[in-house]
């Protein structure tokens, strides 16, 4: 069984940074691509950042260059480190295992 928790979100200003964690249970996670998604009100789920268990990561062109994905197979965790923070970054943001498994979602407010 597989259970995600996503912790951090906040209201933030403008220009702002945030630290979103995920907490994973089960023993795939070192083997597992992890991604973050987001979702704000009237669209569709969409992939922010997402990292192999080698590494590799990949991150929506609305993003590069302030948000960082990273992880730690000790721990079992995942982080989102979101820099420079602007209104169209609100959303409801989900930790993902595989897009297959999902946390709860941490609200994230970005005010102008």
């Known amino acids: 069984q597989v259970q995600l928790v996503e912790s951090g979100g906040g209201l933030v200003q403008a220009g702002g940074s945030l630290r979103l964690s995920c907490a994973a249970s089960?023993?795939?996670?070192?083997?597992?691509?992890m991604g973050w998604y987001r979702q704000a009100p009237g669209k569709q789920r969409d992939l922010v950042a997402g990292?192999?268990?080698?590494?590799?990561?990949n991150y929506a062109d609305s993003v590069k260059g302030r948000f960082t994905i990273s992880r730690d197979n000790r721990k079992n965790t995942v982080c989102l480190q979101m820099n420079s923070l602007k209104p169209e970054d609100t959303a409801v943001y989900y930790c993902?295992?595989?897009?297959?498994?999902w946390g709860q979602g941490t609200q994230v407010t970005v005010s102008s």
């Open positions: 089960g023993s795939i996670f070192r083997f597992s691509t």
């Open positions: 990292i192999t268990g080698g590494g590799s990561t």
């Open positions: 993902s295992l595989q897009a297959k498994y």
